[in-house]
């Protein structure tokens, strides 16, 4: 204890370019400590005095990549050895004296075994012959530290570094803790939520991909041990403190956590308390729930689909009944998520079907969209209809989608009414698309974002008592149906703009891209791809609010039908926030 250990790989010298490049492509499970020239069995940069054949406990022999036996030395084959090249890996045994010291249990001490290692469905980023699956190794952290767990494992990156998964296993293919591929399992425990790390056993998985005629490795847990006391870094300076990770719960069912950096956290919540104003005086701010846009925005970064609904046909004497706001946040959100290789789809009214549709066509053609977004219509027929709609074949196991999103959708009151903020029941004009969202409810995968401006929005039942106290006419229009997550803003509108820029934020955020990816593979270049042109801009939304006055939509509060919004013009009310949403959106994380 108190020394940092490493994992070892020794291959033939004709691999060894390709395993050094395959180690810096994957470097969170493989993080290089050093690379020995060929037959030497020193390591002069992490010991005074070694021989790597006689310095692991134990050794792992395999022939044409398959595992013949473990040793305890490797002096037999030193005439083999003269040819090979040994790699020394991080290994995350270095940090657990570090979580000591930090209060936080080390479960696998405590209870006097190995750790928990585990063979996952991720794929690492492949080169020449080394191709392989992630593996990671797993540790019991009770909930209230697993912010702590993570800050204290972020800065040691030649150990692993953070996590880079915490909640349900199944989520990254390990069907059964109980049954580690390596280690010994270690028992969860009641509060504890399992945490895993890359862990350097995958170099024996890359071993077995590349079928080399011979090659060792460390048999896992038998460690080669350094001279380095742990806390001695090779990275110069101190950290940067906007970069410190933090963890919030994006879902309950499956447990699962996501991180992001202070930066990032920093920037999305200017946006959340940007779009928080109230111009219309409703008393929206009585519904506001703290950190929803971040947390919504963090599920749909995981999320591989998305389905996005809108439409409130408040304005029932005329055709059509829609209003202005809602369809530009919706198509604002659905060309970020595009632009991140999401797949997305809106569904609204049957009635309002092909109108949507020809929008979607007019918005591409005017450059606000840069592909088409598929319009379905969902009409509820049969008790099953929503689990066929969202899951293949109807099996809840395989949903379609991964997230909905209500922005400015008509939803359904205590009574089984639709409500406009007069009191005026719209039901007739509005398709139960709140079953979706309730089904939803009942599938493990599918979280849920309801955005509004006024509590009779689908989504908003979540803060519904709020919405009866403090909301004109709360206790007859409030919505019943509520969202995992709900973004209240002044104007529903405005809460898909931020949608779309914190998206973008999290993209840009390196804490948040290397937990997406596993900590593998190569991060997005940062100024490079089409998500800053895909960010909501005045010129694209002035171009989209015409389009949807030339079919026409209306104004929601007024029912003019001209360039405005909620009864505010576009010119300067949306204009001005749109571009200080982006003046907050494209700035450098960390400097504001």
Not at 157 to 182: K, M, T, W
Not at 365 to 376: I, Q
Request: aromatic residues 6%; proline residues 7%.
């Amino acid at each position: 204890q108190g020394y940092k250990q490493a994992n070892i790989v020794i291959l033939p010298k004709n691999l060894a370019n390709d395993f050094e490049a395959f180690c810096h492509a994957n470097s969170g499970p493989l993080p290089l400590l050093y690379r020995s020239q060929p037959g030497e069995w020193a390591c002069p940069k992490l010991t005074k005095d070694s021989d790597i054949r006689t310095d692991c406990p134990q050794y792992c022999v395999f022939e044409c990549g398959n595992f013949t036996g473990n040793i305890t030395s490797l002096m037999a084959n030193s005439r083999e050895f003269e040819d090979m090249v040994t790699f020394y890996l991080g290994c995350s045994f270095s940090f657990e004296e570090i979580l000591k010291q930090a209060g936080i249990p080390v479960r696998n001490l405590e209870q006097n075994c190995n750790v928990s290692m585990y063979k996952t469905s991720v794929q690492c980023f492949g080169v020449g012959r080394f191709q392989c699956n992630l593996v990671v190794s797993m540790r019991p952290v009770p909930e209230g530290k697993l912010e702590a767990v993570t800050q204290a494992t972020h800065p040691a990156h030649d150990s692993h570094g953070a996590p880079v998964h915490i909640g349900h296993p199944g989520l990254i293919g390990v069907e059964d803790l109980s049954r580690p591929d390596y280690g010994d399992a270690v028992e969860l425990g009641q509060g504890n939520v399992p945490v895993f790390w890359a862990c350097g056993v995958t170099g024996l998985e890359a071993v077995k991909s590349c079928k080399p005629a011979l090659a060792f490795t460390h048999s896992p847990g038998c460690m080669f041990v350094s001279d380095c006391a742990v806390g001695e870094s090779a990275a110069a300076g101190s950290p940067d403190p906007t970069d410190t990770p933090h963890t919030f719960c994006i879902s309950q069912q499956p447990l699962h956590f996501s991180l992001a950096s202070s930066a990032a956290v920093q920037s999305i919540r200017a946006l959340e308390t940007l779009i928080g104003v109230d111009p219309g005086e409703r008393g929206i701010k009585a519904l506001f729930v703290p950190d929803e846009l971040l947390k919504a925005c963090l599920s749909l970064s995981h999320a591989a689909s998305v389905l996005i609904t809108t439409g409130f046909p408040t304005h029932f004497n005329h055709n059509p009944p829609e209003e202005t706001d809602g369809p530009p946040g919706a198509i604002a959100m659905a060309a970020m998520l595009q632009a991140l290789g999401k797949q997305v789809a809106i569904v609204t009214d049957h009635r309002a079907l092909e109108m949507n549709r020809r929008i979607i066509e007019d918005a591409v053609e005017e450059g606000v969209l840069k592909n088409p977004v598929p319009v379905l219509s969902f009409q509820g027929k049969g008790e099953r209809s929503a689990l066929h709609f969202l899951c293949h074949e109807g099996d809840p196991f395989t949903p379609r989608y991964d997230h909905l999103v209500a922005i400015e959708r008509a939803g359904m009151a205590a009574d089984g009414n639709y409500y406009n903020m007069r009191k005026v029941n719209i039901k007739h004009l509005v398709d139960p698309i709140d079953a979706l969202f309730t089904a939803a409810s009942t599938i493990p995968g599918i979280s849920t974002t309801g955005i509004g401006d006024g509590g009779n929005e689908l989504g908003m039942g979540k803060v519904k008592d709020e919405v009866r106290k403090h909301i004109p006419n709360g206790g007859i229009i409030a919505c019943d149906v509520a969202a995992d997550f709900v973004i209240t803003a002044g104007v529903s509108n405005w809460g898909g703009y931020a949608v779309a820029c914190a998206l973008h934020t999290l993209h840009h955020c390196p804490v948040h891209q290397r937990y997406l990816r596993k900590a593998l593979g190569p991060p997005p270049l940062a100024h490079t791809g089409p998500w800053t042109s895909s960010l909501p801009s005045v010129c694209k939304e002035k171009k989209l609010l015409a389009i949807l006055v030339k079919y026409g939509i209306r104004s929601g509060k007024t029912g003019n039908l001209g360039m405005e919004v909620d009864g505010l013009p576009f010119h300067d009310t949306h204009s001005s926030m749109i571009q200080s949403l982006l003046d907050i959106t494209v700035q450098p994380l960390g400097t504001a």
